[in-house]
Each structure stands twice: as structure tokens, then as C-alpha cells.
């Protein structure tokens, strides 16, 4: 964390720490954060949101209202209030002017008291396609193969890369009362008319693959898994794939090669997968400068390597913000995504089977003309969309 949080304001007297709660996460849903975190330090508690991917100090509380929070925060969970060694989660249901917003809720003793930390589940805009910043060609590519209703279309990412949004729209786009479409969703985030969403989770006693073999029973013809993160769950769901059922699901890799070695590392044959999988989608969110305090940028001797290396071309002109108030000194507004998607084509499965290492495989395709996000993320940086800095981090630092 950089800056002195001393002078970050005191949220104790704002109001009765109960309405406190109420209004950090009604704030933290209108800044559109992705989680809020209670601190407890050495003297008092610190309130932080992660906006745009990256935390901010949103306040500071005394121990007396910081205890009357966590009971509050306690109370919303359904936690066991007096329990106060222990881990906990749960998730709580709340509601913001209108907008239903579900949030994970996880709480564990630190040597200062009981930290709280809430994630703001991935809000789906519900929009079209285009309107996440794809490529039209890359938009065809996804209609092209979700239509095709059969074999395993992945959405690959890092935590917070937007993944949830994406398939949304994949769904939504298939959702034409024509279709059933089934989910499996830890938790079902939100409602989705005409589809029929199924909660899995350890509190329900259900997880993706055997909730997966339970709902194929059901006969759908569109099938959603939340994530594939094991290898009972990767192996379920190629195996709906090759029974005539169209698998979406997202996985945890850094890009869309990568997605193909991680379903191997779960333990999934060559040629399963290859008859499988369609095609993977990888992505990744940049903050947009804020378009207020951008300015010229100088980039450190390392960022210059780093950015040659990136675009194999030499360096133009770059752009940052400075901070001001419309950002709210944090130099960003907004994101824009950045796609990639992977067919699996003859090419493809020739080099699934040869064994060639991921790094080959990629250079292999690059020769081929495949194009990843690395490239869209160059154009955003040369054109003072995204910064250096923020593509950089966000391609390599994120997790
Ligand atoms: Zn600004």
C-alpha cells in the first residue's frame, strides 16, 4: 500500500457503525469495487476497496465502532456472532438503489482482531457482445461456436479479468426459448429469466462435477460450470462435450494456450481434448486513463525493454494520468477488455498431440498468424487508452 493513511478520514463519525456498514458497501457498489476489506491494525481498523483491480483507502475506524461493525457485517452473514477464532464465510444478499448485489463474505483472526473481507461477485452488464470492446471478428468467432451447441467453448483469466461478463452474454445471445440452458454457479450471482440456474457450493453440499452429472440427467442442450478448477470437474465436462451438449465454462490460465496445458495438468487425455474443445477465449481488463489528467508519460529503462520486448517495435509517445479530482486521484476511470480467441482447428490439435511445450506452441501459432490480446493491448497503450504501467501489470501481475 503507498500513501499515509493517518489522514484518510475517520469513518466513526459519520454514523452509528451499523450505518457505517450499510454505507461502505453501498458506496463500494456505486465506485463499482470489486471487494472491500476491514483491516484491524495495532490502534484502529482500516477500510480499503479494491476499485479497478487495485486497493484504495476508502477510511479508518476506532476499535469500540470497528466491533459493532463486525457484529453488524456478522449478523447480514447468518455467522455465528460469538464465534471469534475461527474462519468463517458465507455471503450476504443485499440490495443498492434497486440493483440486487451478492457478496462473499470471509472472516479470519489476525494478530490485531477479526479481519473481514467482502467480494463483490462480477457484476454482468447483460450487454451485447460489442459492447465489451470485442473485435467484430472476434464477437463471429464466439457466435460461431457457441451456436454450434456442441463440444466445450472456455473462457480463460485471472480473478477479476471479467470472465462472468462474458459468458453472461454468451448465454444471453443463446437464450432464445428454444434451448435449455442450465447453470452451475457458486453462487447463482444473478438471475437470469429462462435459464435455469443451479447453486453449487460446500454450504449446499454440491460441487461442479457432481452437480454436473446430476443435471445432465435433465437433458439440457446448454450447460454452464462456473469454473473448472479440479479434475473430476474438467473430466465431467469434457464428457458432456462429447455427448452432444455445448459446455461453457471458465478456467483459471493466463491466456488461451495456457488454458489448453491446464486442462492437461488436471489430467485430461490429448484427445479428449481435442475432440472436445472448440475453441478458448482468454481476457483481461485495463483501467482506462483518466482522460482529465492524462499527460505525457516517461517510462523507466525497464518499462522501455519491457515494452520493445511486448511490441517488437520501438517506443512512441506514452500516456498516464496524473491524478485529479475526477478520478479521485487515482489516475483511471473505467476498464476496457482486452480478447483473444483460440479455434481448435487441424493446426491446433496437430499440436496438442505433438507434445510441444507451451512457449512452442505459442511461437508455432504467432507464426501462423494468431494474434493474442498482447496486441490489442499494445494498440490501447500506444493510442493513450491504458498505460504502460497498467499493461504490464495486468498481463503479468495478475493473478
Ligand atoms: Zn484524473
Do not use: W
Request: aromatic share 8%.
Amino acid at each position: 500500500m503507498d500513501g499515509n493513511y493517518a489522514e484518510a478520514f475517520s469513518l466513526s463519525g459519520m454514523s452509528s457503525p451499523v450505518e457505517i456498514v450499510d454505507q461502505v458497501i453501498s458506496q463500494a457498489a456505486k465506485m463499482n469495487a470489486s471487494d472491500i476489506l476491514f483491516e484491524p491494525q495495532e490502534k484502529e481498523t482500516l477500510v480499503r476497496l479494491r476499485v479497478d483491480g487495485v486497493l484504495q483507502v476508502f477510511g479508518v475506524m476506532p476499535p469500540g465502532s470497528y466491533d459493532q461493525a463486525l457484529a453488524r457485517i456478522k449478523v447480514l452473514a447468518n455467522m455465528d456472532v460469538t464465534e471469534n477464532r475461527k474462519p468463517q464465510e458465507a455471503k450476504i444478499r443485499v440490495e443498492v438503489e434497486g440493483h440486487p448485489y451478492v457478496l462473499r463474505v470471509a472472516v479470519v483472526s489476525t494478530n490485531f482482531g477479526q479481519m473481514v473481507a467482502l467480494r463483490v461477485l462480477d457484476l454482468p452488464q447483460y450487454s451485447e457482445f460489442e459492447a465489451l470492446g470485442m473485435s467484430p471478428l472476434i464477437v463471429d468467432k464466439i457466435k460461431k461456436n457457441i451456436e454450434g451447441r456442441y463440444g466445450l467453448f472456455l473462457v480463460a483469466g485471472p480473478t477479476g479479468a471479467g470472465k462472468t461478463t462474458t459468458v453472461h452474454t454468451c448465454l444471453k445471445y443463446l437464450n432464445n426459448g428454444e434451448v435449455n440452458i442450465m447453470t452451475l454457479e457458486d453462487p447463482v450471482e444473478y438471475v437470469i429469466g429462462g435459464i435455469n440456474q443451479i447453486e453449487v457450493g460446500e454450504d449446499i453440499g454440491m460441487d461442479f462435477a457432481n452437480g454436473l452429472r446430476m443435471m445432465l440427467r435433465l437433458n439440457p442442450d446448454v450447460v454452464f460450470v462456473g469454473e473448472i478448477r479440479d479434475s473430476e470437474t474438467a473430466k465431467v465436462a469434457i464428457q458432456a462435450a462429447l455427448t452432444g451438449h455445448l459446455v461453457i465454462s471458465t478456467i483459471h490460465a493466463r491466456n488461451s494456450v495456457g488454458a489448453l496445458y491446464r486442462m492437461m495438468d488436471l489430467g485430461v487425455d490429448k484427445y479428449m481434448l481435442n475432440y472436445a474443445l472448440r475453441a478458448v477465449m482468454s481476457q483481461r481488463l485495463l483501467r482506462r486513463v483518466c482522460e482529465h489528467c492524462r499527460a505525457e508519460y516517461v517510462p523507466t529503462q525497464e518499462e522501455v525493454e519491457r515494452y520493445v520486448a511486448e511490441a517488437g517495435q520501438a517506443l512512441g509517445e506514452l500516456f498516464a494520468g496524473k491524478g485529479c479530482e475526477m478520478c479521485r486521484q487515482t489516475k483511471f476511470a473505467g476498464r476496457v477488455g482486452i480478447y483473444e480467441l483460440l479455434e481448435v482447428d487441424d493446426e491446433v490439435r496437430k499440436l496438442v498431440f505433438s507434445g510441444a511445450g507451451e512457449t512452442e506452441f505459442r511461437e508455432e501459432m504467432g507464426k501462423r498468424g494468431f494474434t493474442g490480446m498482447s496486441r490489442e493491448g499494445v494498440r490501447l497503450v500506444n493510442e493513450g487508452v491504458t498505460s504502460l504501467k497498467e499493461y504490464l501489470r495486468t498481463m503479468y501481475d495478475a493473478r
